[in-house]
Each structure stands twice: as C-alpha cells, then as structure tokens.
C-alpha cells in the first residue's frame, strides 16, 4: 500500500526543463497555490531554527482524517530551508495528505547527532499537535530526500532519538528514502569528517550499523544515474533489512540523478 502510494504520485509526473534561474525558484514557480493551506513557521523548539510549516489539503475527497507525511530535505546536513521545498508539499497534499516540512540545524552550528536530535524533537510536535490541523496522530510518516533520507532512517532504525520524545520508531506508520545515504563510510570529504566526528565513532551515524527485526516498513528510492549518493547505500540498507524479516520495497527509477529523485514530484 504504501509502495503504491509513492508509485502513484511519481508515475504521473513528467520531466522537468529548469531554466538559468535557481532550480528550486523555477519549481516552486510551477507550484499551484490553490489545494492546500499553509501554516508557516510554527515553533518546535527553543532555537530560531527549530520551526516547521505544515500543509493542510483543501477539497480532498478523504473522509477520515488524513495521514501525516513529516519531511526532512537534503542539503549535506549543511544546508537547507523548509520554504524551499513547497513543491514537495504540493505533490502531497493533492493526494490528501498533510505534510510537514520542519527546518533544523546544520553544520557548522551543530555536527552529528543533534540534526538527528532536531528532526526527533519536529516528530515529536507533530504527533502531540497534528490532530489540531486535522490530522492523525496515529497516521504519521517520516520521509526525506539526501540528506533528509538519513535522518529519516537514523529514526526509524535507532531507538534513541525518538526515545528522546517519548516515542518508538514502531508508532510510524513508514519511511519512505528517496537517494538517502545510509552506509556511506568511509568518509572522504574534510567536511565530513568535521560533521561525524572522529573516526572511531563514525559507525554510529550509519543507519545500516543499527538494523534489527522491528522496524516501521520503509520504502526506499534510487535513481540509477545518481552519482552523489551512489545507489548501493538503497541497495545496502534494503538487504540488511530484508535479512532481518523487516517489511522493505526498493524502487528503482531508471536513468534519474540525485536531483532529479525529488525534484520529478513537482508539477507539471
């Protein structure tokens, strides 16, 4: 269900023709304005960053109350702004569901883990305010592109963080990956390294490394082309969580880039 889900909404999107102006600029200025309501710059935390922007669908024919879709966008863990990421939130709602796009800190102001300890602290408002905006708080999903695809996975596999919010990994209903890197050691880049720390303790930002049997289904995605995020960390991760019996779909999407796995979502 949830792999059909995802299919549904990438398979009706056709390619994109991005001018000389900022790839985003160009995809958010194709964004309808009309479908969804937009709350922007709720408080989750006690730091300028920590604010999320939640889109309600308008004139959606679900009867009960909608699922929720938390997502956490890429940019290295150095980079990123929720506004940006409006035509992911269109794509979503046109299909009645909520989404919530927080924003978190990022290098160089923080390193490993406390982006993963920002994105707990987004799931953890979420499922405690969501029903006020209409939603479910027992419908909650956790997805990412890049970057975000990592710290979607380092919640959904290590306890510890959303222990930090009086949660489980189990109350998520899924996980969705788009080009996330989840087994990506040994590190090369100087920033890198500055981010996770030192060596000895680099395994532990890798979410292949904490892998059991008791994990919410994940579907993950990978464009073939991708020459940033190399495809064997899907391929990886999918096969560790299949030897431990856990529910996993891996998509591949022949001939897409790294970019290109988030930005087909937008419209046309």
Not at 114 to 120: K, L, N, P, T
Not at 155 to 161: D, F, I, K, M
Not at 220 to 226: A, E, K, M, S
């Amino acid at each position: 269900m949830l792999r059909q889900f995802i299919q549904s909404l990438l398979g009706s999107l056709s390619a994109l023709s991005l001018s000389a102006c900022s790839p985003v600029t160009v995809l958010n200025a194709m964004v309808p304005e009309s479908g969804y309501q937009h709350r922007a710059d709720l408080i989750y935390g006690d730091h300028p960053r920590l604010k999320l922007d939640i889109y309600q669908p308008v004139n959606s024919t679900v009867t009960s109350k909608p699922a929720t879709v938390i997502f956490f966008y890429g940019g290295g863990w150095e980079t990123g702004d929720k506004a940006d990421y409006k035509f992911v939130a269109e794509a979503l709602t046109s299909q009645g569901v909520i989404v919530v796009i927080p924003d978190y800190r990022v290098y160089p102001e923080v390193v490993f883990p406390q982006f993963i300890e920002d994105a707990a602290q987004s799931v953890g408002w979420t499922k405690q305010h969501i029903a006020e905006f209409g939603g479910d708080p027992e419908k909650l999903f956790i997805a990412g592109h890049s970057a975000g695809a990592h710290i979607a996975a380092m919640l959904s596999v290590n306890p510890l963080y959303l222990q930090q919010v009086d949660m489980q990994p189990q109350q998520l209903q899924g996980m969705i990956g788009l080009a996330g890197p989840y087994d990506f050691l040994p590190l090369k880049s100087d920033t890198l390294k500055q981010i996770f720390g030192d060596e000895s303790s680099q395994w532990q930002s890798q979410p292949v490394n904490f892998v059991t049997n008791d994990h919410p289904p994940m579907l993950l995605l990978v464009g073939t082309d991708d020459r940033t995020v190399l495809p064997r960390n899907s391929y990886r991760l999918a096969d560790k969580l299949k030897q431990h019996g856990n529910s996993v779909k891996l998509v591949e999407f022949d001939g897409y880039s790294h970019v290109a796995m988030v930005a087909k979502l937008a419209k046309p």
